[in-house]
């Protein structure tokens, strides 16, 4: 079992700036693959960002590319996503999830844990 837990999302203007935390727990986290998602009213939950289980790989969505920086840190079982340049189509609920093969793949199956989401409003 794994357990995620993220935090940083809030309210910011366009062109401003915001970092998610997702905090795990109940398995080795360096061996996990992670990934962000994101979910706006009305939409189906997409791929945001991934990293591999020893950081050497990491994947962006075009339409966050350049703008967003995914990391992690192994010894607090915790990855980040800093996001960039803020637009208002960013706008939706963000989750962090877990993938068990180390792959931080883009397909949602791959995932076996997720987080309860945190919500990312960004104002024009």
């Known amino acids: 079992q794994v357990q995620l837990v993220e935090s940083g999302g809030g309210l910011v203007q366009a062109g401003g700036s915001l970092r998610l935390s997702c905090a795990a727990s109940?398995?080795?986290?360096?061996?996990?693959?992670m990934g962000w998602f994101r979910q706006a009213p009305g939409k189906e939950r997409e791929f945001v960002s991934g990293?591999?289980?020893?950081?050497?790989?990491?994947d962006y969505a075009d339409s966050v590319k350049g703008r967003f920086t995914i990391s992690r840190d192994n010894a607090k079982n915790t990855v980040y996503l800093q996001m960039n340049s803020l637009k208002p189509e960013d706008t939706a609920v963000y989750y962090c999830?877990?993938?068990?093969?180390?792959?931080?793949?883009?397909?949602?199956?791959?995932?076996?844990?997720w987080g309860q989401g945190t919500q990312v409003t960004v104002s024009s």
């Open positions: 990293i591999t289980w020893s950081a050497g790989n990491t």
């Open positions: 109940g398995r080795t986290f360096s061996s996990l693959g």
């Open positions: 999830a877990a993938d068990t093969t180390g792959w931080g793949s883009r397909s949602t199956l791959m995932y076996n844990y």
